[in-house]
């Protein structure tokens, strides 16, 4: 039981140290259980795991940890102001270095009435 609770909480540990204006979207699903965070941030910024970093130092990362774990899960984030493309960047990156499994991060939006 704890560990389960401590799975959850970590990604919402180093999430809560940066300021990211997510996407919304009412169909967001519960935050996927990861290895690698990766989030783009509004001024530029690239954030691995909590930590600034570089297109190279993640691209390493990731590969060294696939290696290690052929089941790497990656999960990204990108602030709404960010460029689609800077995201799609990312999700090559990381498949390019084995990470089939990776999800998109947003905040979850009310459900429009009706639907």
Known sequence: MLLIIFMLTSAAIVRASMVV???KAA???AHVESTVNLVCTKDGRLLLNGKESNLDEVARHVKRE???NPKL????AGDKGVEY???MDLIDLVKRNGVTAFALDVERAPMPEGN
């Open 21 to 23: 204006n997510l996407p």
């Open 27 to 29: 169909t967001a699903g």
């Open 66 to 68: 696939h290696d290690t």
């Open 73 to 76: 899960q990656a999960v990204i």
């Open 85 to 87: 493309g800077r995201v």
